[in-house]
Nanobody
Framework: QVQLVESGGGSVQPGGSLRLSCAAF????????MGWFRQAPGKEREGVAV???????RDADSVKGRFSISKDNAKNTLYLQMNSMKPEDTAMYYC????????????????????WGQGTQVTVSS
């Protein structure tokens, strides 16, 4: 059984920073994908950034140069450093994991992910 627990959400002014954490519990194989997704009210869940077990990263164009995903294998924890935040970054942020992505699939596609955390709210407002 895999459990993902997010923390670090909150409110921040435009231009500010936040760091999200996702603690992972349970069995993980040697090959996996972990990432951050977000969902704003009335919108579909979208991929923000994903990192695989080898450390390769994919991120959405909307966050390139502002957000950075990383992981600490010793602590079984995934991070999302968010800088230069904008009001449009306001959403519920979810941590997700899966063991494989389908052939031709996208790392940033939410449907590819099997395990999900409960989410943490991020609000960017002046």
């Amino acid at each position: 059984q895999v459990q993902l627990v997010e923390s670090g959400g909150g409110s921040v002014q435009p231009g500010g920073s936040l760091r999200l954490s996702c603690a992972a519990f349970g069995y993980f194989p040697s090959s996996y994908y972990m990432g951050w997704f977000r969902q704003a009210p009335g919108k579909e869940r979208e991929g923000v950034a994903v990192i695989d077990s080898d450390g390769s990263v994919r991120d959405a164009d909307s966050v390139k140069g502002r957000f950075s995903i990383s992981k600490d294998n010793a602590k079984n924890t995934l991070y999302l450093q968010m800088n230069s935040m904008k009001p449009e970054d306001t959403a519920m942020y979810y941590c997700a994991a899966t063991w494989q992505v389908s052939y031709g699939g996208s790392w940033l596609q939410a449907d590819e992910y099997k395990y999900w955390g409960q989410g943490t709210q991020v609000t960017v407002s002046s």
